[in-house]
């Protein structure tokens, strides 16, 4: 099976199995497991961020920081198609009883006047407007990076007025390698910062959440009564450890192998995809010119061995990561093409 359902999949490689074997442990809920102590300072390191905490997913990352940021009956200021709208289990309501405000960005990518017009008057009609969540690639948008100036134009009209941005930055190292701009700098300007070690980084758990000492104080807080709190926690942060330190660069070959198998897709009779809108490891593609639907289009595909995710907006997902190869684009438009005849 060539799996392009997503860039979760990937199992540990034998090396990271080795690192994880070997990784010296404690109990981390007293801070003292000297891994998971060095990743968060490797991830202080790499965000520029004074404090940092490990966290068994994004999504716990996420809910602390909007826990954090938040008061019951506040609002988010975030793109439509956001992730902690879509595919965190209504979190944001359960946990934090925020209100959200549904920005439409370009693939997720919004501007500072639309965070201008979000914003809620100063009047206790209205929900309090408290924060702006970007993220930095964007699922839904197709891996887009935020490009540079448009983040910091946002962070600088939320800061302006009194709002702290929080970055979802799963993908951020994708962000990296695509940009060329350092993750220092593309977090210089955010409060608070998710980064997901179990994507593109191959390892099998875990995320991080950076920010300011006193904003991570207050989430060892809630990382507590969430229950993220864990012991041997260096087991399984070692291998995010060794997935910062030796997973990064190569990212920039599951970019190549994305734009490759756009543009093999590209040529295929009834598949609607722009190659150009491929930034890093996520192709998003419309089949309706085929006569199927995706669901049945990624049916048919799987029965040729290649699996995709299907969306109900029409759309067929498919992710580039460690455990794709060159060959195995080649192969799987080779497949669509059969699929489709
Ligand atoms: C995957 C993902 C998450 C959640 O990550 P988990 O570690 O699976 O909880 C959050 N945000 C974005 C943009 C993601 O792609």
Known sequence: MIDLVSDTITKPTLEMRKAIAEAEVGDSQRGEDPTVNLLQNAVCDLLGKEAALFLPSATMANQIAYKVHTRPGDEIIMDRFSHPIHFEGGSPAFLSGVMIWQVSGERGVFTEDDVLAAIRPDDPHSP?????????????????????????????????????????GSRLMNAVVASGVSAREITAEVDSVTICFSKGLGAPVGAALAGSKAFIKEARRCQQVFGGAMRQAGIIAAGALYGLRHHVERLAEDHANAKLLAEGLAGEN????????????IVYFRVDGAGMSAI?????????????????????????????????????VEAVHKTLS
């Open 128 to 168: 309090r407007t408290r924060l702006v969540s970007v993220e930095n690639t964007h699922n839904l948008g197709g891996g887009k990076v935020w490009p540079l100036g448009k983040l910091m134009d946002v962070c600088t009209a939320a800061h302006d007025n009194g709002l702290d941005v929080h970055m979802d």
């Open 296 to 332: 049945e289009f990624a049916e048919r595909l799987k029965e040729r061995g290649v699996r995709m995710g299907a969306y109900k907006d029409g759309r067929v997902r498919a992710v580039t990561h460690f455990d794709i190869k060159r060959a195995d684009v080649i192969r799987a």
């Open 270 to 281: 009834g598949i609607g995809v722009d190659p150009s809108d491929v930034e890093t490891n």
